[in-house]
């Protein structure tokens, strides 16, 4: 730290500086990311409550009423009216809340036991760091051949120290959305708490206009769910950090609460304790102004681009898509280049896109910042890799 602090002129020209080294949404450059340009209307909100926290909730009673009414409004996006929950930081807290809940809930009745935690192998790798956080065993499922949870195989791995299965609502490499109505009727038959990991595909697929929707029943309609994860930070165009948690029961959230003596409340059930009261008031604004229309407009507007991206892909020498993606995901291969390579050679053209692991492909994400004219410029870019290569 300086001695004497700077003028405000020249710490403003050393923050340009850096702000310069970032890469900018509205570019279209950025291909691989799940977040996207906050909505103004949603910036404007967010710093209109910049010095709330939640973490002290008596102090804001209007933010945390705010909360309270996007809770509700989450709820009956994925048809639970009367759901309990939170806004926090994103989609890994939401789901370190909703497995911490499991866990105690299962160590109620066997507290020997070795917790089992059953999964996709597809999951977020946010799980890996809660299998070691809360001392989990993890139990993999392997995915059948459209990239889904193997719905045939969970059954057969259930033991008695099975503590909660995972599902996905929109995989994070390919955008797939697990059979979670099959997966709930597993879990109620044999009594076992079930997440639902809706990080993207939650602000998603209750607003797809095709034929997709009538297939992926993925929300709290299917009775064997118990918490689902819903980033209003990706598809919702909120600011960072914006993600939420849903749980069917309000005895859920309670195993969380701990006593907050010296607060406004005398207990809290979020994983963090200062929590921003600007993400709930971002969220809520975006909420009411967008209206579920609005939200359809935009969420299939993404849809359209992802298919002409993939019909472009799938038109083109060298070029193979992995598959058909349920959500705004596209992943494909070339046959004359090594994927990591590949990368590479796009990111000379200033594109930054992603790999996925299994399968090892390019992984492109088509947030409403890209737009066709860019997607047309990436492709031109690729046309001229792959004559070379």
Known sequence: MLNRGKKKEEVFELLSEYKEMDLDYSSGKILGSMCTKPDPIGLEAYKMFIETNLGDSGLFQGTALMEQEVIKSLGELLHLPNAYGHIVTGGTEANIMAISAAKYIFNSKKSDAVPEIILPVSAHFSFKKIISMLSLKPVYVPLDENYKMDVSKIEELITEHTMAIVAIAGTTELGMVDNIEEISEIALRNDIYLHVDAALGGFIIPFLENKNNDNLNFDFTCEGVSSITIDPHKMGLAPVPAGGILFRHKCYLEKLAVKTPYLTRPKQTTIVGTRT????AATWTLLN??????????????MELTDYTYNKLLDMEHIHPTCKS?????????????????????????????????PHAIRLVLMPHVKKEHIDNFLKNLEELLKRG
């Open 326 to 358: 349920e959500l705004n995901l596209i992943s494909f291969t070339s046959d004359n280049y090594d994927v990591d390579v590949l990368k590479s050679e796009l990111l000379k053209y200033g594109w930054r896109v992603s790999v996925s692991e299994n």
């Open 289 to 302: 102004y967008y209206g579920k229309e609005g939200y359809k407009k935009i969420v299939n507007e993404a």
């Open 277 to 280: 009261g600007a993400a709930t």
